[in-house]
């Protein structure tokens, strides 16, 4: 390698931006090449440098504050609540036929309004998670080493199937608490969508999968076996179906 | 990931979990621990339903289910978000305006963004905003001094009190924001926001190459700059 070729290289070597071999390569010219070594150095020195000087400008407080009232401002709509569409008779027929449909259905409702309740929840969960710096506490794509991690810490044993050859990549564990339960939550990734599958206890009887989509996210849900599944992506709702097929017959 | 740089780019690994994870541990400074510690107070979620009255997450095209999302994908970006704009406009006041702007802008795009790089996301079009600030500025005033890339309220306008920096820190402060934008930018999300070149060619929309060759050009300046540039004879062609 010529200094012509390894210049622009330092500084990928630098950040950590090389392979292990475009790395080996870089670190046998250095030691070849007294100039390019010093170079080396003194970029080294610079970035400690720059860490050191703590350069971060942080927002004030303030700042929050003021979007979010911005925000709020911008998006709230007018109330529309008594404007004149109420008042027409087709519109006041269709919420009498809607308050009695209501007023049948209360019990379905509730059991419904607490999934709705739960998958908001869920939905959070996964949010936050894919902001954090660690998604998983337990890294692996290995099945064998997941599912163990989750054994002393739930009283249940999730399952962890090997889904690589369906393009449904394991990428760890972690442990999550959903609506007041310990949830064992495992990461897969299909392409660049990551999906959690939430699992935990459940005393309901067995149940087909039922999809929901918020906000672009689908969350598709099913009991078996005594445990209760949330599987949550932003993949379209037929890759969360292949993949929620692939567990429920694992 | 598209490559301009030939022979170099055989050499960076895709993977931007090693500049992900192992500069940030170098670093060492703020940025670590705000990643760590991100989606705030729900803050904008609790005025929502203070001011609205509603907590009605169901149906997909449900504002309340738009309004908490948004919060819990982009608001953890905010600190980033201003970091950058401020040393791009290089003033406080500029700065919360553009994260402002770039907020609102980022929740009307809400539908073109899925999934996992909101940071990155976020970060452009902070950049963008930014960037488009600076260039209706330089329209519409005439430069009042001949340095490149003056701008108002600069923090740091005049070669005088570069002379008479009372601290290393200050030094280096003033090298990088004397930067043209373009390397300026590239170094902050480097070196102070610890993004990977994956990340950073995200950001300002350009290949990884192009990212490496900025960060040498950057540093080769803040070198000469700082005065730890030294003319080397080197021992191979």
Known sequence: MTCREAEPLLNARLDNELDMAGAASIDLHLSDCRACSAQYAALENLREEIAAADLAYTPGIALEQKLAARFLKEEKSPSRFWSASWLQPSVMAAVAVAVLAAIVSIPMLRTSRDNDAVAAEILDNHLRALQAVHQVDVPSSDQHAVKPWFQGKTAFSPPVPDLTKDDFILIGGRLEVIHQQPAAAIVYRRRQHVIDLYVSPSAGADSKTELRELGGYHLLRWTQDNLSYWAVSDVDAGDLRTFAELIRGR | ?237
């Open chain 2, 1 to 237: 990931m598209p490559f301009c740089y030939g022979l170099s780019a055989a050499f960076i690994s895709g993977d931007s979990r090693h500049g992900k994870f192992i500069p940030r541990r170098e670093l060492g400074n703020k940025s670590v621990a705000s990643r760590v510690h991100n989606s705030g107070a729900d803050l904008l979620w609790k005025l929502h339903i203070r001011e609205t009255g509603r907590n009605r997450r169901f149906g997909k095209d449900s504002v309340d289910t738009k309004v908490r999302i948004f919060e819990l994908t982009m608001w953890p970006h905010m600190r980033a978000a201003y970091n950058l704009a401020r040393w791009l406009v290089r003033n406080d006041h500029d700065a919360e305006d553009i994260v402002q702007e770039s907020f609102l802008k980022a929740y009307k795009a809400q539908e073109s963004f899925r999934g996992s790089e909101a940071k990155t996301w976020m970060l452009s079009i902070v950049r963008n905003t930014a960037m488009d600030f600076l260039r209706r500025y330089k329209s519409s005033t005439t430069m009042r001094f001949d340095e490149p890339g003056y701008e108002p309220q600069d923090d740091s306008p005049d070669p005088e009190r570069m002379l008479l920096a009372e601290s290393r820190r200050d030094q280096v402060r003033q090298a990088i924001s004397h930067l043209e934008p373009e390397f300026r930018e590239a170094i902050v999300l480097r070196e102070i926001e610890g993004l990977s070149y994956k990340e950073i060619a995200a950001v300002l929309n350009i290949p990884m190459g192009t990212v490496m060759s900025r960060l040498s050009r950057a540093r080769n300046l803040l070198l000469v700059e700082l005065g730890g540039s030294k003319e080397v004879q080197h021992d191979l062609p």
